[in-house]
């Protein structure tokens, strides 16, 4: 079992950032390749961002590629998802996911570990 908190979240005008963090609880937290999903309101969750368990594989979302970059501490059991250049469009909780899987996924129901979420709302 993996324990997920995020934190990071808040308000922030458009155009600024944030960076938004998850801990992890084991460990063997570096065997993990992990996500970022949000959910807005009214909207089904959608992904955002993954990396590898080693760091080196990265995808993003269409929606955020070029103003999120996602990045993991293994010493540190944590990853980041540094967000620049936010939009209210990217107002949302924000949710970060392990998953067993080598290879690194998109898709939620692959993801076997979940946190509480964080809120990042930005205002126009």
């Known amino acids: 079992q993996v324990q997920l908190v995020e934190s990071g979240g808040g308000l922030v005008q458009a155009g600024g950032s944030l960076r938004l963090s998850c801990a992890a609880s084991?460990?063997?937290?570096?065997?993990?390749?992990m996500g970022w999903f949000r959910q807005a309101p009214g909207k089904e969750r959608e992904f955002v961002a993954a990396?590898?368990?080693?760091?080196?594989?990265?995808y993003y979302a269409d929606s955020v590629k070029g103003r999120f970059t996602i990045s993991r501490d293994n010493a540190k059991n944590t990853v980041y998802l540094q967000m620049n250049s936010l939009k209210p469009e990217d107002t949302a909780v924000y949710y970060c996911?392990?998953?067993?899987?080598?290879?690194?996924?998109?898709?939620?129901?692959?993801?076997?570990?979940w946190g509480q979420g964080t809120q990042v709302t930005v205002s126009s």
């Open positions: 084991r460990r063997t937290f570096s065997r993990y390749a």
């Open positions: 996911a392990a998953t067993h899987r080598v290879i690194v996924t998109t898709r939620e129901y692959e993801y076997d570990y």
């Open positions: 990396i590898s368990w080693s760091g080196g594989t990265t």
